[in-house]
C-alpha cells in the first residue's frame, strides 16, 4: 500500500505537532513527512489533505464486541469493521461475553480471532470470576496472557473486601482495575435518570449519588491498598466529576472516561420514550452535562470512550422500561465529539486527540503512537468541518441503536490506516 497526503494537517501533542505535512505512506511506514512536496509516481494514490487532519489513530477503551455468545447483536468482524468505519485503529472489548472472558483461553481467543486486522482488539477481563462479584479471578495470568484492564463490566462489586483483594493482588504486577460505578441497593428497576424526568414520566430513577457512593469508596480503598491503580468507567454526574477532582488532587492514580452521549444528550430526550435514550448509567441533566465537559477541559476526566453496546431491533423495539440499556457509539463518536466539543470551543483538537487516543494508550500501559519518518502508520485522518446526516443504514455495526440517528453533525471520519491496510470511511 503507497499512499500520498498532500498538505495535511498533522496534530500530535505528545510531538508538540500541528502543522501541515506532506506524508508518504509505504507498506505501513511512514517514509516521508516533510512540509516539502515529493514528485510521486502515477502509481501512488494521492489524497488532497487541505481540509484533512491527520492524528495518531484513535483508542476506544471501552466497547462490547459480544462475541463469543452474543453474536446476534455484534461480532468481532462486525465490531472491528465498525471502529474503523468511526475512525478508530483500537479497541478494549469488555468481559460481559457468554461464558465471560474471565480465563486465559478467552482471552487468547480475542488475540487469535483479530490479530493483524486494520483495528487493534485488546480484551480486557473479569475481576470475579463469571462477573459474579464473588470469587476473584486468577488477574495475573490473565494479564501474562495480554488481559490490558481488569473490570466486572457492568456488573458493579458491591463487595469491599472482593474489591480489597483485587487490589491487593493487583499490586505485584500494578495492573489496572476497573469499575461500573453504580450501588444498585438503589437503582434496582431503574429506567431513567431520579428526577424532574422520573416524576414526570412515571419512571424509576436512578439517583446520581448510587454512582458516587460506589466512586468514593473505590478510591477509598485503591488509597488505602498502597495507592492502586483505578479507572471509574463511564461517569455521569456532576458529583463524580467532583470527586475525582479532589482525588486527584490528593494524589489519586484514579483515570476516568465519559461517552459520548453524555456530553452531548441530557434527560430531556427521554420525552420521546426512545429506548435509543436508555442507557446505564442514564441521561442526566444539562448541569451534570456542563460538569463533564469541565472535567474534561481542566482534565479531570481522562478520556473520551465510547461504551458501545449493541443491541437488536428485537431486544431495543419494546416497551421502555423493558428495553435494555446501552446504544452502539464507535460511528458516531468522532462526529459528537467535534460538533459538541470542538465545534463549541470547549477543547481544541490537541486537546481531543489527548482523550481519543493518546490518554486511553496511556492509561492501558500501551506503547505511544508518534507521526515521524520510519515509523509504522497508525493513523486516523478526519474532515474538522464536514457535516452530515447521521443515517444508521451506514453502519457496519451489526446492531443499529443509534441515540444520533438523524443528527446533524460537523466532523466526520474519512481514513484509518493501521497495519498496513487502508479503511476508506463511509458515513
Known sequence: MDIYFKNIRVVNPIQNLDSRFNILISNGIIEYLSEEDLGTSSEIKVIDGSELVCAPGFFDMHVHFREPGFTHKETLKTGIEASANGGFTGVLCMPNTNPPIDNVPLVEYIY???AGEIVDVYPS???TQSLKGEKITSLLNLSEAGALMFTDDGNCILNSDVLRRAFDYSASYDLLIAQHCEDTNLTSNFAVNEGRYSSKLGFKGYPSVAEEIILSRDILLAMYCGNRKYHAQHISSKGSVAILRRAKANGSRVSAEVTPHHIALTEAMLETFD???KVNPP???SEDVEALIEGLKDGTIDCIATDHAPHSLFEKDVEFEKAPNGVVGLETALGVVLTFL???NHLSLSQIIEKMSINPRR?????????QEGEKANLTIFSPNEEWIVDKQYFKSKSKNSSFEGFKLKGKPKFVINNNKLYVCNL
Open 275 to 277: 429506548s435509543n435514550f
Open 363 to 371: 492509561i492501558l500501559g500501551l506503547p505511544t503512537l508518534t507521526i
Open 342 to 344: 470542538y465545534h463549541k
Open 125 to 127: 477481563a473479569g475481576i
Open 283 to 285: 441521561l442526566r441533566t
Open 112 to 114: 487469535n480471532r483479530t
